[in-house]
């Protein structure tokens, strides 16, 4: 009889190679449109453990009539997903997906990393490098749970699949492209690093690109001609304006009630002008807006176009020449765990709590995010309970990123747990 002691330690006795693989995944710098290397060690990884692998490029045809479509510019030749799959000889248990993203935001510049983002490197009980917790730590649990079955002599007594999706960090497409090829399962679990407590909701995200007008002249005759750039402060303001009437209590959802700012807009990136003598005849930026669960994206984009709108108010010459709006990238509705009551969703959120306790000692937290997470793939369009329950990082599109290795063996052990129980075991 296998107890779940043996479990935890057949995963205390791979953690060095857990934390080597690790390391050594870190070491690719997956970036958006780089992740070909990353994702061709993740399928290696995943053959290594006997897992049929299915290793393809995402085709925009397929996905982008479907409802969770983000629109992107450009095209998908370079985003690969892969996915392998633990086909059980018995069908005792409940089947289940172990989600991660291999994508990882830019380290932003270099000088401010105290060693370089992708040379990881372990500093007291630290692993350091860009994309360790988000979330690179997340797809080595999914994998050395696995592992750590499979050294007692074990296996899942369902189907299970590995998801290393690409996309995560700018339009979950590549979670919508597994979701297209037909993977589903009774339990979705995605190891994003937020301190191994379970996500009750997230917010949704919407990203657009403004583009102002101006009239260019010689900086000597300025007062001819109108910035471009100086007429994008007051719609920055507007937009703010638009955000805190949002966070106002009554537009909250259930889950955010008490949290006095769950929505945040972040001017991002921002270009224009030509020349510095010049006065400059564009300016475009890019901004990142949350959005409570259920909240409409049509409704919520009419209100920012408004917002917009209201701000170019200001300038004489954007009154005839109004902003122009681009949406693309982000197009997140919010999702909410905790309002999907069904039976499998309490099991499932059961059997986790059950394994977090055993290896954490306490009570399995829950918590809303401020983030989205691919989760409301499963969620929303794919009918299954997606739990988002990861280990601790810090600075994780910051400087210095870095994911706790303890926390990264518990969550380790209690997916491990998870497995036993959701899937049930047998004999490898
Ligand atoms: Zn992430």
């Not at 007692?152 to 492209?177: F, I, K, M, R």
């Not at 998870?418 to 049930?424: K, M, Q, R, T, V």
Request: include cysteine; aromatic fraction near 8%; glycine fraction near 8%.
């Amino acid at each position: 009889m296998t107890t779940a002691t043996d479990i935890m330690n057949a995963v205390d006795a791979l953690f060095d190679d857990q934390v080597a693989a690790l390391s050594e995944l870190t070491a690719h710098a997956s970036t958006r449109g780089q992740e070909q290397s990353a994702q061709a060690f993740m399928a290696r990884q995943y053959a290594d453990h006997g897992l049929s692998t299915d290793h393809w490029r995402i085709e925009l045809e397929r996905i982008r009539n479907l409802p969770g479509f983000s629109p992107v510019i450009g095209d998908y030749e370079d985003a690969q997903n892969v996915v392998a799959t633990h086909q059980s000889r018995s069908t005792k248990g409940r089947s289940l997906i172990l989600n991660g993203h291999i994508d990882v935001v830019p380290a932003g510049p270099e000088d401010f990393w105290t060693t370089p983002p992708f040379q990881p490197r372990i500093d007291d009980g630290w692993l350091y490098g860009r994309g360790a917790g988000d979330m690179k730590a997340g797809l080595a649990a999914n994998l050395y749970a696995l592992k750590a079955l499979r050294h007692l002599g074990l296996q899942p007594a369902a189907t299970v699949h590995l998801q290393s999706v690409v996309e995560e960090e700018c339009t979950g497409n590549g979670a919508l492209a597994c979701l297209e090829r037909g993977y589903r399962a009774d339990a979705a679990l995605i190891p994003e690093p937020f301190a191994e407590t379970l996500v009750s909701a997230q917010v949704g995200v919407l990203w657009f690109q403004v583009r102002l007008a101006g009239l260019p002249t010689h900086v000597a005759y300025a007062a001819e001609g109108a910035n471009a750039i100086e007429a994008a402060q007051p719609v920055f303001e507007s937009l703010h304006r638009l955000e805190s009437r949002w966070n106002q209590p009554r537009h909250r959802s259930p889950d955010f009630a008490h949290h006095d700012h769950a929505l945040n807009l972040n001017i991002g990136r921002i270009e224009g002008g030509d020349w510095t003598s010049s006065v400059p005849a564009w300016c475009v930026f890019e901004v990142r807006m949350g959005l409570f669960p259920g909240q409409s994206l049509d409704d919520a984009r009419e209100e920012i176009a408004a917002a917009v709108a209201e701000g170019a108010q200001a300038s004489a010459f954007l009154r005839d020449n109004p902003p122009r709006i681009t949406w693309h990238g982000f197009a997140a509705e919010g999702y909410a765990l905790s309002q999907d009551r069904s039976a499998t969703a309490m099991a499932a959120i059961g059997a986790l709590e059950t394994a977090h306790q055993t290896v954490a000692g306490g009570p399995l937290e829950r918590k809303p995010i401020t983030a989205t997470t691919d989760a409301r793939f499963f969620g929303i369009y794919g009918q299954t309970p997606a739990l988002v329950y990861g280990p601790k990082a810090e600075n994780i599109h910051g400087f210095d990123e870095r994911v706790d290795l303890d926390s990264m063996r518990c969550v380790t052990q209690a997916t491990a747990l998870f497995i036993a129980d959701w899937c049930g075991l047998e004999s490898a």
